[in-house]
């Protein structure tokens, strides 16, 4: 049973737009959660997290939003760049930590030059 | 070195045979995870050591798993009796006290024939 859901396998996006990713969880003990990018044959790298007492939080042109009602979160990425495309994982854990991370299934954005 | 280094990059092996995993740390990291990622999944964690011990092996799949840190640095994660499932790439992680940001390797790919 995923307790993360990234619903979209894939997303495409032309330079210069808004890129959307999406995130749904179902344990509502989770309080921190990130997004992770990854790209092939490397091992995933850090973006952005964000506590479960905040509702959003933004770095440059990486923000993400949480609603915690809907168990959703979302990452932003404005302007959207050809370096950019890459798998992003969105992950979930309790207590603050960054270990035992569940993580969803990942989106692949492709960004359009 | 500068990042966290893991060894070797890719095994092949029969089914049956014993395999040893061994992941270097980024230094003065305490913390250190490992995780399993199939195909089309996001990574699977495994084990998070504090330091020389284990502090939550929960998602070890069975005792054909075990991983050590015997010195609080590197740690090799040994697979006993390999089956074609085990087939992944292996993902270690470390993080400077568990609670902050967390650095991956680049993975070790196992295949098991």
Redesign the interface.
């Known amino acids: 049973d995923q307790q993360v859901k990234q619903n979209s396998p894939s997303l495409s996006v032309q330079e210069g737009r808004i890129s959307i990713l999406n995130c749904d969880y179902t344990n509502s003990m989770f309080d921190y959660f990130l997004w992770y990018k990854k790209y092939p044959a490397e091992g995933p790298t850090f973006l952005i997290s964000i506590s479960s007492i905040k509702d959003k939080n933004e770095d440059g042109r990486f923000t993400v939003f949480l609603n915690k009602s809907a168990k959703h979160l979302s990452l932003h990425i404005v302007p959207s760049q050809p370096g950019d495309s890459a798998v992003y994982f969105c992950a979930a854990s309790r207590g603050g930590s960054q270990g035992n991370l569940i993580f969803g299934k990942g989106t692949k954005l492709s960004v359009k030059p | 070195g500068a990042g ?1 280094s893991q060894t070797p990059s890719n095994k092949v092996t029969e089914k049956g045979k014993y395999v040893e995993l061994r992941c270097d740390p980024i230094s003065g990291h305490t ?1 250190l ?1 490992w ?1 399993r990622q199939s195909l ?6 495994l084990i ?1 050591f504090q330091g020389t011990g284990a ?2 092996d ?2 070890l799949p069975n005792d054909r798993f075990f991983a050590v840190r015997p010195e609080g640095s590197v740690s090799t994660l040994k697979i006993q009796r390999t089956e074609r499932g085990d087939s992944a790439v292996y ?1 270690c ?1 470390s ?1 400077l006290n ?10 070790t790919r196992l295949t098991v024939v």
């Open positions: 966290v913390a995870y995780y089309g999944q996001g990574p699977e964690f998070y502090a939550d929960s998602g993902l992680a993080s568990g609670d902050t940001e967390a650095f991956f390797g680049q993975g």
